[in-house]
């Protein structure tokens, strides 16, 4: 079977920087490689750290005690929303999982990039003798262990958001905490990290030179654990903690997943970690009736170019003749982390692109429509029931995979990775600039 969008009419939209969807051709046999990377117990003992760990993060921050110290964000509906997408009767219906909402970090690094400090401070406070197995975590509170882990230091590269989260949850565990950011990282970011006295390394590179600076860096100290967001097995298992999560959700809200009901989830992608840790989860523990799709800017669509790429290269986006240029800062990759891609390259749905004024569009929409505050990335979920639905190569795909005649009974959700710290007056930017253009329907 070939794909709905073949290379040849894909390649010159991708080129030119239009919107452009991108369905993984059907292959014969599939060589089911995610075992070997990610596995359903690494899943869950993810969700099981974070459980070991609710007790001492509710005593660490405020925000998480009516939690009891776990890290969650709700599924809500959004009708409404989907309808001013574009999604029209009998095509479904449009939830919205709101990671905007994630404490702490403010976005979706909370899964990852929280996790892997998590799993380095159980770490050494095991082989310290800080904590015994299965014993209180609050003890890391006290001073005499925050004395030993001060030792240590905790660093990363980050376009913003993953510095955040990492960064904020090593120096509240008494961690040295090291942030390498790139150009295009937002100065609120680099402020609230230097309030909570982290150490903030300005690059004038890309989010690529970000992270290599940062690796060299702390290749050579024992006592420096740098959270590498290319190659990351940690980052990807809290990642994939999500799907059980999402699980929960869909079953208390009443929503069933089978051949007859699907899920199509829409998912914002930067060097492809978060999306591929949740689809890959969300396969796990939902089966292939979730179709994911991952969401990239047409001038970063690094996972998207891998997708493409012959076997053994890994392009960046720069080889299309592409920028890495957009407002959607989290997104800014040129090149996908081939961990994610080799993960998904045998169970991604497909990967669409969006322009930023879109996004400006959708974040506004969200808004006005749905009361979400929302930052530019975590629009990109949006254009893609619109997508799937609104263009020739979505419904050849659906029609192709046999799924037209189940779309009403259809659920959609928009993953939004983003926006609970940005500032009043950054966000009233953003906020005009997407009513400035007339609301898109659809892309
Ligand atoms: C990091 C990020 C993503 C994508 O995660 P990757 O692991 O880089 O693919 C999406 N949205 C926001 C807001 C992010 O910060």
């Known amino acids: 079977m070939a794909s709905s969008s073949s290379c040849d009419s894909l390649a010159p939209s991708l080129r030119a920087a239009r919107p452009c969807l991108w369905t993984r051709p059907d292959r014969p046999a599939q060589a089911p490689a995610a075992a070997a990377v990610v596995d359903a117990a690494a899943m869950h003992a993810a969700a099981a750290r974070f459980d070991r760990f609710a ?21 809500v509906p959004a009708h409404a929303l989907g309808a001013a997408l574009g999604l029209g009767p009998g095509q479904g219906t449009l939830w919205v999982q709101c990671d905007h909402l994630l404490p702490v970090a403010g976005s979706i690094k909370a899964r990852g990039g929280i996790h892997e400090v998590l799993e380095y401070a159980e ?42 989260s990492i960064g904020v949850m090593a120096a509240a565990l008494g961690f040295r905490a090291v942030v390498h950011m790139s150009q295009e990282a937002k100065d609120w970011k680099k402020e609230r990290l230097r309030q909570r006295g982290v150490t903030v390394v300005e690059h004038a590179g890309d989010y690529e030179q970000a992270v290599a600076a940062g690796r060299a860096l702390a290749q050579h100290d024992p006592m420096c654990h740098f959270v590498d967001d290319e190659r990351s097995l940690s980052l990807l298992q809290g990642y994939s903690a999500a799907a059980p999560a999402l699980a929960r959700s869909l079953a208390a809200a009443g929503i069933t997943v089978d051949a007859a009901h699907p899920l199509f989830v829409y998912l914002p992608c930067g060097v492809g970690g978060a999306p591929a840790g949740i689809a890959w989860g969300l396969r796990q523990v939902l089966g292939p009736q979730v179709h994911c799709f991952f969401a990239e800017p047409v001038q970063a669509p690094c996972f998207l170019v891998q997708m493409l790429a012959a076997p053994g290269t890994h392009p960046s986006v720069r080889d299309w003749g592409l920028t890495n240029q957009t407002e959607a800062d989290g997104l800014a990759v040129p090149r996908a982390s081939l961990l994610a891609a080799e993960l998904m390259r045998p169970l991604l749905a497909g990967v669409y692109t969006v322009q930023d004024e879109t996004l400006f569009q959708h974040l506004a929409l969200a808004h006005d429509v749905a ?51 940005v500032p009043e007056s950054e966000y009233t930017r953003f906020l005009h600039r997407g009513r400035a253009q007339p609301p898109a329907a659809g892309a």
């Open 123 to 164: 770490t050494r406070a095991l082989e310290r003798g800080l904590v015994a197995p299965g014993g209180d975590y609050r003890l890391l509170a006290t001073p005499a262990a925050r004395t030993v882990l001060q030792r240590y230091q905790v660093a990363v590269g980050s376009t913003g958001n993953l510095g955040l």
């Open 55 to 75: 007790p001492l993060l509710a005593e660490l921050f405020p925000e998480l005690q009516a939690s009891g110290g776990h890290l969650s964000a709700p599924l």
């Open 371 to 421: 009361g979400l505050r929302i930052e530019p990335s975590a629009a990109a979920g949006f254009a893609g029931p619109g997508m799937l639905t609104g263009t020739p190569q979505g419904r050849a795909w659906l029609r192709a995979q046999g799924l037209e005649a189940h779309l009403p009974r259809a659920t959609h959700i928009a993953w939004t990775t983003g926006g609970l710290f």
